[in-house]
């Protein structure tokens, strides 16, 4: 046989494969279109379509019984937009995130839901709240941690006063890139990005433009990405895809200061989310006002050999030098072990309120 013949028949078989995939793909469609039937027969409601428990599962499910060559997150991944355009068949997710089109929190949005939701760009993390809120979309997606800079204050205020419930989280490798319309660094006069940004680039900043004259905060990298493409002699730190979008040049790439730069996400929601079998449980709580009375509260834990992944303060809004603790615990509130300690923990708090529990970010 020659080498023509030979790659002929890979082809043929390759053509088979992918008619086969495609009849599997339909199939598994037609099956997802009859859930939304019975749960609509049962009245259920279109956001109750999407289980993050059941998607998370099922991505461990494929991840572990993938046996390559594909690598075990290609698989997830290709089953993410799977799972997504089956859901989509059954009614499309309506998604608000932080924008404008081309932001971080938008790859995340895509990541967590894959391509086939309805995505709703938002101005501020306020307006993704109250979109969801007032169901102008099902579900949220927000940043609230970078691994180099900490928390996002503003999305942990927005939980002290809104019945919203955390569903998920997603982990996002961010990569920033200067934009411009400039020819070269040294026409650069002023930087625009979101402050986290503009931290987790300083010492790029620092050494490569040291005659820059303004680093100016605004609401997401996307947004300085706009700003830029109408403003000369400026630059935006902001994705590959935001300089896609806005038409600009990518001056420098990959500028943040710690390689490994990391951003969590939280999706935000109005359901309660069931165990998954690898589960945050995220609480708000409040401290009775007594020495020692921190060490008391977290205690319950302690003995139940919960761990704790994160503590912030934050201020409560409700009295000077009062203060509200953001929780991050291994388990979902259901297990015996967690339900049982916050049993405990609700007696030695002021107050004490489940965020939400939601599964650990899979891919």
């Known amino acids: 046989m020659s080498e023509l013949e030979a790659l002929q028949a890979i082809r043929n078989q ?25 749960k609509i027969a049962n009245g259920e409601q279109v956001g109750d379509f999407y289980r993050p428990e059941r998607e998370a599962m099922v991505l461990r499910q494929v991840m572990e019984r993938n046996t390559g060559p594909l690598s075990d997150v290609e698989m997830g991944r290709l089953f993410r937009e799977i799972m997504s355009a089956c859901l989509a068949a059954e009614k499309p997710l309506q998604v608000a995130y932080l924008g404008p089109e081309g932001s971080f929190t938008q790859a995340a949005a895509l990541k967590q839901f894959g391509g086939s939701v309805q995505l709703q760009a938002c101005g501020t993390i306020a307006d993704v709240f109250h979109a969801v809120e007032t169901d102008q979309a ?48 040294s026409g650069v006069k002023a930087v625009y990005a979101h402050p986290q940004a503009l931290a987790q680039c300083r010492h790029w900043l620092s050494e490569h433009l040291p005659d820059c004259e303004q680093l100016i905060p605004v609401s997401s990298n996307s947004e300085a990405a706009k700003k830029v493409s109408a403003e000369p002699n400026s630059a935006a730190i902001a994705s590959d895809r935001a300089a896609e979008i806005y038409g600009l040049a990518i001056l420098a790439k990959n500028i943040e200061d710690e390689s490994d730069n990391t951003t969590r996400f939280l999706v935000i929601g109005s359901q309660d989310v069931g165990p998954s079998g690898h589960d945050k449980t995220a609480l708000l709580v409040s401290t009775k006002n007594k020495p020692g009375a921190l060490q008391v509260l977290l205690k319950p834990l302690s003995d139940s050999g919960i761990s704790m992944s994160r503590i912030e303060s934050r201020p409560s ?39 939400g529990s939601y599964p650990k970010a899979v891919l």
């Open 14 to 38: 390759i053509d088979e494969t992918d008619a086969q995939i495609q009849q599997l793909l339909n199939k598994r469609t037609a099956m997802a279109e009859e859930v939304a039937r019975v």
């Open 317 to 355: 809004r409700t009295g000077m030098w009062e203060y509200v603790f953001f929780i991050d615990i291994e388990g979902h509130c259901k297990d015996k072990s967690v339900a049982e300690a916050l049993a405990l923990l609700e007696q030695e708090s002021s107050m004490c309120r489940v965020l």
């Open 138 to 185: 099902n579900y949220g997606v927000v940043p609230v941690e970078n691994s180099t800079e900490g928390m996002v204050s503003h999305t942990l205020d927005r939980f002290i006063n809104t019945a919203l419930k955390i569903n998920g989280e997603v982990s996002l490798r961010v990569h920033h890139n200067l934009l411009s319309n400039a020819e070269s660094l």
